[in-house]
Every structure is written in structure tokens, then in C-alpha cells.
């Protein structure tokens, strides 16, 4: 199965069933708080739950609202000191947060340059694959679900690391991609910037069956469609999702050319949608290669680079890494994360800006 968005089996707070059991268990879990679903769910059945965020990670708990019943996985250098960024990194399908820090480099780089890392886990009980549900209307608006899950983390570690609240960052992979999106969309105030790896324009879909037949998205292994709206229609969709007047974040869009779980025609509606929400033009003004691969810049009036691409040639369904030590070099490959001969955390943080101790 594809790590990404494997969302004919994403039940978001889907409970176990089947039989007497299953009828037992399904009276049991009515029965209880919201809050307690997924801690009964994982007492019965800790197999397929996912592991606690292991070393070099650190959970969090009690970080405040979270009707999304996610985890909060973190990690801070040692000398990370007062005033520095956060990065949040969202993981794949099928993936957890500890598969997601040091195979993409991200553990190198907040050392290096001394930023925070907040790394949101999704649970098997909210999503049989473990993808974030980008798709659910109660998961990807403001104050519901997820995204208020993941705004409380983020106020959570802001306080309690002394973040500067102006440096705050977020990307991810596929779901975690959509994700991206969902958040950079719901709390643009929240955000100097994000990068979206193989993921879906926010509000592409609201449900699992408009996720599998309008964003995109395969489950075959066959290039699903993907609607084409004009950038307004995108944008209208992004600044409808809260009442923000001020800048919105920066964007890095990364996509590979060989994808066959999120079309990489997902990746011109992404620069639609951004685009638009930023208030510059769909071409590229300028235009160049990252170790071989089409790297795009898309600039405002005064030449502020606003929105980037990466197309990755050659590359699958996964993040982009160039292991080795090399100081633009990162990354250990592991299930869908790839080694494409490019290190998308390095390029990413030098877009964001917070390349530097």
C-alpha cells in the first residue's frame, strides 16, 4: 500500500468492530469520552498503534485542545537558547514521527542551526494508514480537529522553549503534505513559511471520495485526476479559511517527476493556489537547476522571492534526500524517503531563511 493518503481505509476516530467482540467493544468505546477512544482502542490492540516518539524525541503531553487525538513528539538541541525558530514536520502514511526526524535530515539541521523541531504523530486510531486526514471537514478548518491539535502543540512549545513566534515553520510529505497545506491555510498568522512535499491544494477535497477521485491521488499505482481551478478559485478557497488580512507564509512545493500516488500535476495547482493567496502572477520569473533537477522562482513587484519549485527528476512518491556529510547533504533512506541526489530539508531551510546558528 502507498504511504500517502490511503484514504478509502482513513476512518477518522474509526473504532474496531466485528462479532459479539467488536459489538462489546463498539458499546465500550460509546461509553466513553472522546478523549479516551484511542487509549482504550491501543490497551486492546498496542500492535497496531503507534510506537512513542523515541530518541531523540520527546513527547509532550497536556499541550492543550486536541480533538484530533494526536500525538506530540519533540525535540530540542541543547543550545538551542532563546528567539529561535520551530520547524514542524509532518510525516507520510504509514509513517510516524520518529521515521520522519533524522531520515530527512530534519535532526541535522535544527542542530546545526540551533531551530526547535515539533514533530505531530497521527495515531492508528483516527486513520487506519496513519495519514493525517487532510480530506476530513473536521479535520483541515480552523479550530477543528487536526489543525487545532497541531495549533495547540505549536502554542505549547512557542511557551515553553521561548520560540520566536515570528520563525515558525511547518512541512510534510503526502498527507502530511496536505496537511502542510491545511495548517499554512487555517492559520496563515502562525506561519513565516512552508513547503509542501508531494501534497494537495487546500480544500481540494472534503471527504475520502473526493480525495480519491478529484485531488490527485492513487491507490493503484495508476495517475489519478486532479481538478483544474482557476488560481482565484484556489486562492478563494485558502483566504475563505480564516480572517487573516495580513502576509501570508512563504512557500517551497516539492514534487517528483515518476510520482504515481499523488499526480505531479498537483504541484501546478499548488503554485495556482499559492500564488494567487500571495498576490503574484503564475510565471516563473526566474528559473534554474538544483543538482539537475527544475528549480523555479515566483517573485513579487519588488523581486521577494514568494513561491519556489522543485520538480525532482526521476523521483517517486517520497522525500527527497542526498545522504552523506557534506553540509547541503542529509538523510538516511528508509520507506518513502528517497535518495534523488538532493537534500530538500538543506534547500528548504535556505529558503525559509534560518539557515544559520
Known sequence: MDATLAVSQASPRRKPGGGRLGMLLLVLLLALPMTAHAQFFCSWFPFLCPKACSAPLTEVTNFGSNPGNLKMCT???????????????????????????????????????RFALLLPQQQQANNS??????????????????ALSIRSMIGKIVADAAIDPGRVYVTGLSAGGGMTAVMLA???????????????????ANNGSE???????SLTGQL????????????????????????????????????????????????????????????????????????????????????????????????????????????????????????????ITKFWGIDSP
Open 75 to 113: 525535540y530540542l538541541p541543547p543550545n538551542l537558547g532563546a528567539s529561535r525558530p520551530l520547524v514542524v514536520a509532518l510525516h507520510g502514511c504509514t509513517q510516524q514521527a520518529p521515521d520522519y526526524d533524522d531520515e530527512t535530515g530534519w535532526i541535522k539541521f535544527a542542530s546545526k542551526y
Open 129 to 146: 494508514k496513519k495519514c493525517f486526514n487532510w480530506f476530513e471537514a473536521g479535520d483541515n478548518e480552523r479550530d477543528k480537529g487536526e
Open 186 to 204: 487555517t492559520y496563515p498568522e502562525l506561519f513565516a513559511g512552508g513547503a509542501i512535499i508531494a501534497g494537495i491544494p487546500y480544500k481540494c
Open 211 to 217: 480525495a480519491l477521485g478529484q485531488c490527485g491521488v
Open 224 to 347: 489519478a485526476p486532479m481538478k483544474d481551478l482557476t488560481p482565484a478559485a484556489w486562492g478563494d478557497l485558502v483566504r475563505n479559511a480564516s480572517n487573516h488580512n495580513g502576509q501570508s507564509p512563504r512557500i517551497s512545493i516539492w514534487q517528483g517527476t515518476n510520482d504515481t500516488t499523488v499526480n505531479p500535476v498537483d504541484q501546478r495547482e499548488l503554485v495556482d493556489q499559492w500564488t494567487n493567496v500571495l498576490g503574484i502572477d503564475q510565471t516563473p520569473d526566474g528559473q534554474d537547476t538544483i543538482n539537475g533537477h527544475e528549480h523555479k522562482l515566483y517573485k513579487d513587484s519588488s523581486g521577494n522571492v514568494l513561491v519556489e519549485t522543485v520538480l525532482v527528476n526521476g523521483m517517486g512518491h517520497g522525500t527527497p534526500i542526498e545522504p552523506g556529510n557534506a553540509d547541503n547533504q542529509c538523510g538516511k533512506v528508509a520507506s518513502f524517503i528517497q535518495d534523488a541526489g538532493i537534500c530538500s530539508s538543506f534547500h
